[in-house]
């Protein structure tokens, strides 16, 4: 069941953008959420979740932030989704329109975490895996409300200088040289000048714009060197290759389809900087999560907070947060 609960009287920082990035998202790759976490993080879920799994009642459990079920997905994998109550919240309608899909005995809800529209002291555990962040420490704190006194509150964090960081930080800024080449308004006026050619203009403006855009081909190949073919998640690369290939064989393609892929692009690739400095803004430095973990004492929650370090490289990915109320 999916109950829309966001206020339309309120501005929900960030919502559109994350619609976005679900639709797409979920679009690209309908072949579900299970096999997308590491084996360590498999492990976290399942021991701090599993060790509460001893009473008769179902567990009552609410994943704030859940986007299409990450922690779900772990959940339904041990078998365990059948014996909890889960509720999950998310700010985009895709993303829990699609945690749904796949796990049907699920609640969905659709919320801003800032605003949640669930009673208080209802959940045994309350947690998010890389969601609750993106609120805000506020959104944090105020989780504590939905926790009946011995509950549990299981976070993990994005973490300021981490491995997931330093990608997104690379990734924006590999997006943000990008839009700085200037190299797609060039290709869409070089386009149109192009075009115009082939409708039988002259010949000069676009031997200008053509001319110029050598240069920020250039601009993107140094991008490559010095970022790799991956940079702004490939976006890079991509344009180098179909915009060169769409001007060698103008006549196949109509002006208006190539124009509005331009604009498509250049949208795209604004998002997904924007995504990427959002990541970046909700990660948490030590002196940050040391705090965090002072005001929970205040608010009656005893929490630990450690590193959560890859088993390959031995390297920080997260914050792990875990904590009870007290009785
Ligand atoms: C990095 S994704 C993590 C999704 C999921 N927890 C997982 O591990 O697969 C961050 C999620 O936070 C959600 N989100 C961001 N801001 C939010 C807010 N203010 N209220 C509710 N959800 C929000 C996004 O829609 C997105 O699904």
Redesign the pocket.
Known sequence: MIEDQTDPRRE????DA??H??EKALGADMAG?SG??AQFVREFWLASIGSNLTGTLPLRVL?????????A?ILDEAGWLGKVEYC?????HA?VRSMINHFPSAQGVV?????LPLLSGNFDIVC?????E???EA?ILDLVSQLRAGGQLIL?L?CVGGQIYKECYDQMEGARELVQTEFLPLSMEMFKDAYAVLEGGERRAYEGSSGRLVAKFRALEDIMRRRGRGAAAGMVYRLYRDVNQIHRDLPRFQREQVLSWLQAAAQEVASFAGRMD??CA?AMSESQVDALVLELAKRRLNAKVEPMLTAESGAQIAWQLTGAMRK
Do not use: K, N, P
Not at 88 to 92: K, L, N
């Open positions: 929900h920082a960030d919502s994350w619609e990035y679900w959420v997308t976490a994943d704030v932030a859940c986007g299409r079920g990450g922690v997905s999950g919240v998310d700010i985009s993303a919320a801003d975490v800032q605003d998010s895996q890389f969601g609750v993106y609120a805000g959104a993990l994005h959002g990541m909700s």
